[in-house]
């Protein structure tokens, strides 16, 4: 059974920094990524990393601020989120590709197989 499990979200303040963790099972995958959701928007791409951990992606509003890596289980991936805004409070959304796609797919919600149930990020001004 594949599940994929985030933790880490909470209430931080503006300035401040959480880590949010992702841990896949039941199956090999491919690149993962972090999308987030606000209220009454569209799910939108955060991050996202190659198989090999050697290749990282941002969105323009998350680059300089947030890193995502790999743990030394292929299937942990992480999300550093530095200098945290109002703006980024949102539900964040761990993915998973299980075939080769390449980068260009990462940024589609639909390019993506597994999803995780979610984890609340509030910050607050």
């Known amino acids: 059974q594949v599940q994929l499990v985030e933790s880490g979200g909470g209430l931080v303040q503006a300035g401040g920094s959480l880590r949010l963790s992702c841990a896949a099972s039941?199956?090999?995958?491919?690149?993962m990524g972090w999308f987030r959701q606000a209220p009454g928007k569209e799910r939108r791409f955060v991050s996202a990393?190659?198989?090999?951990?050697?290749?990282?992606y941002y969105a323009d509003s998350v680059k300089g601020r947030f890193a995502m890596s790999r743990g030394n289980a292929k299937n942990t991936v992480f999300l550093q989120m530095n200098s945290l805004k109002p703006e980024d409070t949102a539900v964040y959304y761990c993915?998973?590709?299980?075939?080769?796609?390449?980068?260009?797919?990462?940024?589609?919600?639909?390019?993506?197989?597994?999803w995780g149930q979610g984890t609340q990020v509030t910050v607050s001004s």
């Open positions: 993915a998973a590709q299980q075939s080769y796609r390449g980068s260009l797919s990462y940024t589609s919600t639909a390019q993506y197989d597994y």
């Open positions: 039941g199956r090999t995958f491919y690149a």
């Open positions: 990393i190659s198989l090999s951990g050697g290749s990282t």
